[in-house]
C-alpha cells in the first residue's frame, strides 16, 4: 500500500526501545543546501522525521537534525 509514489515501508514495532529506518544511499551536502523531506503515513503510533548528520570519518554529528513529528492515524497524513 502507498500514498502516490511508487515505494512504501511497512513498519511493525512493537519494543520498548526506539529506532530508526533510514535510507541505504547517503545524500552529501554543502553547507549552503536547502533539503525539504516529505512522508505519507498512517497507521497507529508517533512519528518522527528528522535528519541524520554526519562528520569525519562517519561519526553520528546529530540523530535529530531537523525533526518534526506527528500522531499517526486511520487517514493518510503528510509530514514534511
Known amino acids: 500500500v502507498h500514498h502516490g509514489g511508487t515505494a ?3 513498519i511493525i514495532h512493537q519494543g520498548a526501545q526506539d529506532w530508526s529506518f533510514e535510507r541505504l544511499a547517503k545524500t552529501a551536502v554543502d553547507a549552503d543546501d536547502i533539503y525539504e523531506m516529505e512522508v505519507w ?5 508517533e ?3 528528522s ?3 554526519y562528520g569525519p570519518g562517519e ?3 546529530s ?3 531537523g525533526s518534526t513529528s506527528l500522531r ?6 503528510r509530514l514534511r
Open 8 to 10: 512504501s515501508a511497512r
Open 41 to 45: 503515513t498512517r497507521g497507529e503510533g
Open 47 to 49: 512519528l518522527w522525521l
Open 51 to 53: 535528519v541524520v548528520t
Open 59 to 61: 561519526t553520528v554529528q
Open 63 to 65: 540523530w535529530k537534525f
Open 72 to 77: 499517526a492515524g486511520k487517514d493518510w497524513q
